[in-house]
């Protein structure tokens, strides 16, 4: 699907989504078949049955369908949600250095300065250049061109 998503500059026609929203529904029936849910007259307490990990994702795949396939007709939504993971990870990792931050105002600086970092990244600018300007009491110019 990425591939003919990324062929067709970014979305496809509403024809094409159908076709791979069937043949996405026919994934789901099969695994569907290959993890059923589970018995409820096997529950031994109160409460819901539990669920595998794997039905729990069935179930949500085939519950937010529309939200999972929505990059084949929105260019706006990438195919993967890498870059979103990767705007966290800097976060999570500074919180296993030192357990935690030491305050809420130093969680919030931390997180402006990443949230800064990564916004010049997506718009070609390193790292370095983006720290450098913002010393020196400039804008880059993609931020500049907004006010």
Request: charge should be positive.
């Amino acid at each position: 699907m990425r591939h003919d998503v990324e062929k067709a500059g970014g979305s496809v026609t509403e024809e094409e989504a159908q076709s791979f929203r069937r043949r996405y529904r026919a994934i789901l029936a099969r695994a569907d078949e290959e993890c059923p849910p589970p018995d409820p007259k096997t529950n031994s307490g109160r409460g819901r049955v539990a669920r595998s990990k794997s039905r729990n994702l069935l179930e949500r795949l085939r519950d937010f369908e529309v939200e999972t396939l929505r990059f084949l007709t929105d260019p706006r939504v990438p195919f993967t949600n890498n870059q979103s993971e990767n705007d966290i990870r800097m976060t999570k990792v500074q919180q296993k250095i030192s357990g935690c931050f030491r305050s809420f105002e130093g969680a919030r600086i931390f997180c402006r300065v990443r949230s800064y970092l990564s916004t010049c990244n997506k718009h070609g600018v390193p790292p370095t250049e983006a720290l450098a300007s913002l010393f020196s009491g400039t804008l880059p110019d993609f931020i500049a061109s907004l006010q």
